[in-house]
T-cell receptor, first 111, second 114 residues
Framework: DIVMTQTPLSSPVTLGQPASISCRSS???????????LSWLQQRPGQPPRLLVH???NRFSGVPDRFSGSGAGTDFTLKISRVETEDVGIYYC?????????FGPGTKLEI | QVQLQESGPGLVKSSETLSLTCGVP?????????WGWIRQAPGKGLEWIGA???????FYTPSLKSRVTFSLDTSRNQISLKLTSVTAADTAVYYC???????RGQGTPVTVSS
């Protein structure tokens, strides 16, 4: 299985300031169809996980544009341009290039 | 928007079989995609259990493969999970979802008691 790692595992942030989370995969996530199936999810306290970004950089429906994803191959980044109170939670990267899909360990974002 | 809804017993005794179902209203499985289950133990991260495609193709996380069975009922638009020989380590919130997480349920908590 592809192993996903994230850094940092915990990130204190300041409201209104940018934040960044890194995700690395144990092998390239470039699929034979030319797409890279790397997603980012947000899980607020007590809530189910919510899809933010799919295929590395595509924001999911209803996701604010302060969230952006980038990367290629084995290295990926989620950026929040200006952190808001509602962004507190745990962020997971997930690969679905190879089955079974696998998650990173999560990054806790706290104000 | 497809609203998935899990249902299950809430409490299962150790060594017994956990059975969960998930309704997928308004979506035809004939359109493809894998549909399956993710779980999250208390205070822990997310873990794919596995999923099933309308063609019958499945994938599993290796550590659970020997205890898991999936089924997909196209007439009821429903997927099901059976997890045998449960232990306290199977206590978790179980989510049903499409493999890309475009659609997922709110989750159903399962506690394994001794």
């Amino acid at each position: 299985d592809i192993v996903m790692t994230q850094t940092p595992l915990s990130s204190p942030v300041t409201l209104g300031q940018p934040a960044s989370i890194s995700c690395r995969s144990s092998q390239s996530l470039l699929h034979s169809d030319g797409k890279t199936y790397l997603s980012w999810l947000q899980q607020r306290p007590g809530q189910p996980p919510r899809l933010l970004v799919h295929e590395t950089s595509n924001r999911f429906s209803g996701v604010p544009d302060r969230f952006s994803g980038s990367g290629a191959g084995t290295d990926f980044t989620l950026k929040i341009s200006r952190v808001e109170t509602e962004d507190v939670g745990i962020y997971y990267c997930m690969q679905a290039t190879e089955f079974p899909p696998t998650f990173g360990p999560g990054t806790k974002l706290e104000i | 928007q497809v609203q998935l809804q899990e249902s299950g017993p809430g409490l299962v005794k150790s060594s017994e079989t956990l059975s969960l179902t998930c309704g997928v209203p308004g979506y035809s499985f004939k359109r493809g995609s894998y549909w399956g289950w993710i779980r999250q133990a208390p205070g822990k991260g997310l873990e794919w259990i596995g999923a099933i495609h309308q063609t019958g193709s499945t994938f599993y996380t290796p550590s659970l493969k020997s205890r898991v069975t999936f089924s997909l009922d196209t007439s009821r638009n429903q997927i099901s999970l059976k997890l045998t020989s449960v232990t306290a380590a199977d206590t978790a919130v179980y989510y049903c979802a499409r493999h890309d997480l475009f659609f997922r349920g709110q989750g159903t908590p399962v506690t394994v008691s001794s």
